[in-house]
């Protein structure tokens, strides 16, 4: 946190403009030593400045400055923005110079974590950020902006102040105990209480689910034998050849990827090798990587030929899989049914071909109806949606769970106590009111360099 740091903020490669930013207590005087523009050092702050970067006598770009001091910018410290010419040799070149000058190359993400560890966003809105950023989706984007903007943490602070309330009103009784009607009173205030924020935390809870939807969509595997079409499908649903077709069985040997946005959120078709009993290699090699997407995938598309009688090998497979997660679609509906459907009860299925796009439609209309998603919500909504957050409320959640039943069977008051303060540290360990280093230090590491 002493040192004063740099990296290149842009995406490295040619463009019109990269940008190179420099942040900590040396970020001014570092700059205005290879900078010609010499009224830099003492402008006010959030100006814009000409002039060259040099290294030692020679020019190596021609820049604008961007000049903000502290407390007013992204990590708090003085901070300074080089608009540099977009090219690679260019850019390096300018963080080599900063470098020479007393830089040190910043961490992935250091720069949002001192605007975390400075105290200007919590660790909500920090995740946020690179939320934003990694955003595919209006969706995603939009619930990563209103969280960045704090909708998300203002929820888990509202709830904590409440258990705050709820505590203080603890502490008074367990410091006048001899008042037997206030006792009673707190009793009946703590049902109350707990089981309006256990309402909360709940509905925290299952709209986490929809919040992973919008971040991070789900994932599609099409899998099934060889040459019942799966590779067709995908380029229909991508509206594009993505994936070699060819009549000849075990044409895809690798996995071919490629998304569309449904209901605004994104769905991941993972087209995979046709799985069969083979001597190939290569192929085998692709069969087992067909089935570890398939076990891994939030759906799975397993693809069977109409003009075709199904397989005891196709129907073994089909029993490999959760039946929640499966839907059956039987291709080639524009050929001569052969397909004994009778052997498929029981599973979700219905027919389609690549020519008629209706019956991709009714594809996607299974997707929707699976997943619930014409119920979502994906404007000006703040769901929990990652891994750690969603963690922490389920903690936070069975503390509580715990006090309730603690007031249930009218427990001294001071039981309800430990796990209510549990479940108000657990959210503070959510927003990062406390933090262990290690995983801060994880969480930043997944950031882009610059950001
Ligand atoms: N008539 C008809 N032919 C189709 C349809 N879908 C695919 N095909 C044909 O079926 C053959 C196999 O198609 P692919 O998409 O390569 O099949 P695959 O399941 O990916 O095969 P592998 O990669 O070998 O596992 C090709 O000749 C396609 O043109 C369909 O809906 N109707
Ligand atoms: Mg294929």
Not at 48 to 75: F, S, W
Request: hydrophobic residues 40%; charged residues 25%; contains cysteine.
């Amino acid at each position: 946190m002493e040192d004063t740091i740099v990296a290149i903020s842009t995406a490295l490669g040619v463009g019109a403009i990269s940008i190179v930013r420099v942040s900590g207590k040396e970020a001014i005087s570092v700059v205005k030593k290879v900078f010609t523009n010499a009224n830099f050092g003492e402008a006010p702050s959030h100006t814009i400045h000409y002039g060259y970067i040099k290294d030692q006598n020679e020019n190596i770009d021609e820049v604008l400055v961007m000049l903000m001091r502290a407390p007013k910018t992204y990590t708090t410290e003085d901070t300074v923005e080089i608009n540099c010419h977009g090219g690679i040799n260019t850019t390096n070149k300018i963080v080599e110079v900063l470098l020479k000058n007393g830089c040190r190359l910043a961490e992935p993400g250091e720069f949002t974590k001192r605007a975390f560890l400075n105290g200007r966003i919590n660790l909500v809105e920090a995740e946020s950020v690179n939320d934003l950023i990694t955003a595919k989706t209006d969706a995603a984007r939009n619930m990563a902006l209103n969280n960045v903007g704090g909708m998300l943490s203002s929820k888990i602070k509202n709830l904590r102040a409440k258990m705050v309330q709820v505590l203080a009103n603890i502490e008074v009784n367990i410091d006048y105990p001899e008042y037997e009607d206030e006792l009673e009173v707190t009793h009946n205030i703590l049902n109350k209480n707990l089981a309006e924020i256990s309402t909360e935390l709940q509905k925290l809870i299952a709209d986490s689910k929809n919040g992973r939807l919008i971040k991070e969509g789900i994932n599609v595997a099409i899998v099934g034998k060889p040459n019942v079409g799966k590779s067709s499908i995908l380029n229909t649903l991508l509206d594009e050849e993505k994936a070699i077709v060819t009549n000849i069985p075990g044409t895809t040997r690798d996995i071919v990827e490629g998304s569309i946005s449904l209901n605004g959120i994104l769905l991941n078709f993972i087209d995979t090798a046709g799985i069969r009993e083979t001597d190939d290699e290569v192929e085998k090699i692709g069969v087992i990587k067909s089935k570890k997407i398939a076990s891994t995938a939030d759906l799975i598309l397993f693809v069977v030929s109409n003009n075709e009688k199904i397989s005891n090998d196709e129907l073994e497979l089909l029993k490999e899989f959760p039946r929640e997660k499966l839907l059956i679609l039987i291709n080639k509906s524009d050929l001569k049914t052969k397909i004994d459907v009778d052997k498929l009860k029981g599973y979700e299925y219905f027919p389609g071909n690549i020519f008629d796009t209706n019956g991709l439609d009714k594809l996607k209309e299974a997707i929707i109806n699976k997943f619930n998603l014409g119920k979502i919500i994906t404007k000006d909504v703040s769901y929990i949606s990652n891994l750690r957050q969603i963690e922490l409320v389920n903690k936070a959640y069975k503390s509580l769970e715990n006090a309730s039943l603690a007031e249930e069977k009218k427990l001294p008051i001071d039981i309800i106590e430990i796990d209510l303060r549990d479940a108000w540290e657990y959210l503070g360990e959510l927003i990062g009111d406390a933090y262990n280093e290690e995983l801060v230090d994880n969480i930043f590491a997944n950031f882009c360099l610059g950001k």
